[in-house]
C-alpha cells in the first residue's frame, strides 16, 4: 500500500475511535493532513476494503476497520504519546510505593486502569511462587477436624480443612507443628516440590501415620501458590458494553481462567491481541491490551485490559506499559532499569 492509503487507514481508525460511527469519505476529506479529494478518498476506501482493512457494516454507510485494519495501524502507523507528569504522578498516587505489599500492588495498577480507561482489567499475578513460607499452623476447628493455615512472606494467605482418623493430642500437634516450622518456614515456594513433601509424609508417618493427611493437605495448598493467579476485574464494563455480545462476554467470565495459559506466553513489551484471531479469547468483536512486569529479573506476572476494538489505544497503551514498568521497579527494589518516579518519560512499548 502507498503512503496515502495507510495515512487514510489511520484517519478511519481514530475517526472511529472517536465517534464510534461508520466513517465517510466526507469526513476524512474535512481532516487538515489529508489533503486530497472526497472521491480519492473513496476509491482509497473502497481499496482497503478490498484488502480486508476497512468493512461497509451497511450500504451506503461509512465505513470501520476490521481487526486486519486496527492491527496494521497498531503495528505500524500509531504512535502513542508520552504520558505528562501529571498523569503519571496519578497513576503513581493510585498504584502505591515501596512499603505497598507486591499484591496490593498488582490490585492497585487493575482498579487504576478500570477507572481510567473504563474497560475491564486482567491480572495475573505469579508473585507467591518468589516468596517463601513465613507461617504454617494448625487449628483445630472440631472433632477430628483440623483447619491448615499457610502464610508467605508475600502476604498470601491459604487454608484447607483437614479430617483426620481421630483427635490429635496435644503433644502429637505439638510435635507436627515443630516439624513443619522446621522444615518448612523460610523455605522459597518456588523451591516446593512433591518429592519434597513425600520425604515429609515418610518423616511424620514414622512417628504417626494419622498426620500424613496434614502434609498432603500442606503439599495441596503449595501447589495453589505456585500457579499463576488471574483476576478479572471491572467484568461490568463489559457487559455494558454495546459493541460486545452480552453471551459471550458471560462465557469469557465463567471462563476467565482459560486466558491464564495464553498470558503465560514468552512475550516482552505491549502485546495487543484480538478477539477474532484464532485461539485468543471468547468474546469477538475484543481487544486485550496486555504486559508482563518483572521482580528482579524475572517474570512475575501479566497486567492488562480488556475492551472493545473500538478502545483508544494511543490512551490506553501507555497507560500500561507505564504501570507495569513502575511495578517492576517497585518490587525490585530499585533493581530493573526502569523510571524510578513520575518524573521521567517511560519506555515507549516494543
Known sequence: MDDRKLKI??????????????????????????NVSAATIRNDMAALEQLGYLEQPHTSAGRVPTFQGYRLYIDELMTPPSLTDEEKERLDD??????????????????????????AAVVTNAVPRFSVISKVEVIPTGKRLYVILLITSSGSIKNKACRLEFDLSHEQLEFFTRYIEENLNGVSVDELSEEMFDKMVAAVSAYMVSLSPLVKGICELSEDLRQQELTLSGGEKLLSCDDLDKMEVVRFIEHKDDLSSMLEETFSGIQVKFGQESGTFAIGNSSLIVSKYRKSGREAGSLGVIGPMRVDYKKIIPYVDYLTQRISYLMSGGEENIPPAADTDSAPPD
Open 94 to 119: 493510585m498504584l502505591g510505593d515501596s512499603d505497598t505489599p507486591e499484591e496490593l500492588l498488582v490490585q492497585n495498577a487493575a482498579a487504576a486502569l478500570t477507572e481510567l480507561t473504563q474497560c
Open 9 to 34: 487507514l489511520a484517519a478511519v481508525v481514530d475517526e472511529y475511535v472517536r465517534t464510534g460511527e461508520p466513517v465517510g469519505s466526507k469526513a476524512i476529506s474535512q481532516l487538515e493532513h489529508i
